[in-house]
């Protein structure tokens, strides 16, 4: 419960920082980035977890959630500044930093399961 109370304070500090609609074009380079090469990295890293390291199946997708992220501080270290008309590089960075610990998150689920 402290992980996941911490996991949404941490998430909605970054996302009040970002200061774009949630229907605006520039996310779709940030869910590509954070749903997609999430799923991807967690399949292999379960993958190599199963048929490698002869992990059972929950342990490799556990192992998998918790491998997949990329590190929170990219997410804060590069937010955009507030006022001015955000660069894309940097709210794709800060908000798939931000949305890669959310997505990983039902893996980490899944695994404990």
């Known amino acids: 419960m402290l992980a996941e109370g911490a996991l949404l304070i941490s998430l909605f500090a970054v996302g009040i920082k970002l200061e774009v609609p949630l229907l605006d074009r520039r996310w779709m380079a940030s869910v590509?980035?954070?749903?997609?090469?999430?799923?991807?990295?967690?399949?292999?890293?379960?993958?190599?977890?199963?048929?490698?390291?002869?992990?059972?199946?929950?342990?490799?997708?556990?192992?998998?959630?918790i491998l997949?992220?990329?590190?929170?501080?990219?997410?804060?270290?590069?937010?955009?500044?507030?006022?001015?008309?955000?660069?894309?590089?940097?709210?794709?960075?800060?908000?798939?930093?931000a949305l890669n610990d959310g997505s990983a998150f039902p893996f980490v689920l899944l695994g404990w399961a």
Do not use: C, K
């Open 68 to 97: 997949a992220p990329t590190d929170p501080v990219l997410a804060s270290g590069a937010q955009p500044e507030a006022g001015g008309a955000p660069d894309p590089v940097r709210f794709s960075l800060a908000s798939e930093g």
């Open 32 to 65: 590509r980035l954070a749903f997609v090469s999430v799923a991807i990295t967690v399949g292999l890293i379960a993958a190599i977890g199963v048929f490698w390291l002869n992990l059972p199946l929950g342990a490799a997708i556990l192992l998998g959630g």
